[in-house]
């Protein structure tokens, strides 16, 4: 059975898998917060609605302190559970194997399986390389037992990920990034291209935090691109935020509570496409701010990789 998200084409991986195009979030809005041992009805409430409004791509997080509602919400919500699309993710620790994590994660959802694993940062094992790579060799085996259909890393830079394609089995299938205009992740003297690199290796993108032009780092350069073009196509600015997304062939991770919203999202995405220079005018607009909305004590103020 597909997992396909109506309306959005599934993009392909490095290991013959694939991958909606278009996901439901879990964390931020939905992350657990109060006591971490008794479930959250809101957020179940929530998650079921996405998955009964057309979203089938969840992406969950050890992190998020929300994979029981994640896996209540899948048994809840009357869709198959070869139809959705699962992604959790790892915090991983020098003193902790990702069997551990992984076991943990699988018993909150209820789940004997997930479409997708990741670990959530590098930044507590990046040093010495070496435990970086021991990690990468963890996952590898969590994917060899058929409980990961695919592995990948997130908010992992290219420094973060040489270390691990030096010694890979298996090449990450996925590196989630936060991603917006103003958050490309390329410097200005072109030294560093996040998303060129992981081209050239294989590796595909899926990017979170992309309506942050117009919420937490608005106002801004691409303010009235953004209002132009949703003129243009009918559409939201915040449709053409994640459009922006999509047609660069990187997965878009979005969230509401709203149900009108997320069904916008469906119906309205597929119908446009944005132009290459329509692309390219958000791009060169968005390089002029730079802004950083997640994990930010890791990196200098004026990081833009």
Known sequence: MSTETKGFPNLKLNNGETIPLIAYGLGTANYKRGDKNKLDQHIVN?????IQTGFTHLDGAEAYGNEAELGAAIRAAGVPREALYVVTKATPRADRSLEENFAASLEKLGLDYVDLYL??????????PELAQKKWAEMEAIHASGRAKSIGVSNFLQEHLEPILATAQIVPAINQIEFHPYLQHVTPDGKWDLLKFCK??????SGYAGLTALTAAAPGPVDGKYEELASKYNVTEG???????LDQGIVAITTSSREDRLRDYLEKLPSFNLSEDEV????ELGRKKHYRAFWTKYFEK???R
């Open 46 to 50: 929530l998650t079921v609605q996405a």
């Open 119 to 128: 670990i959530h940062s590098p930044f507590q094992i990046s040093d010495p």
């Open 200 to 205: 050239e290796k294989g590796i595909a993108l």
């Open 239 to 245: 449709n053409v935020a994640l459009r922006w997304t």
């Open 280 to 283: 390219k005018d958000i791009s």
């Open 302 to 304: 004026d990081d833009r």
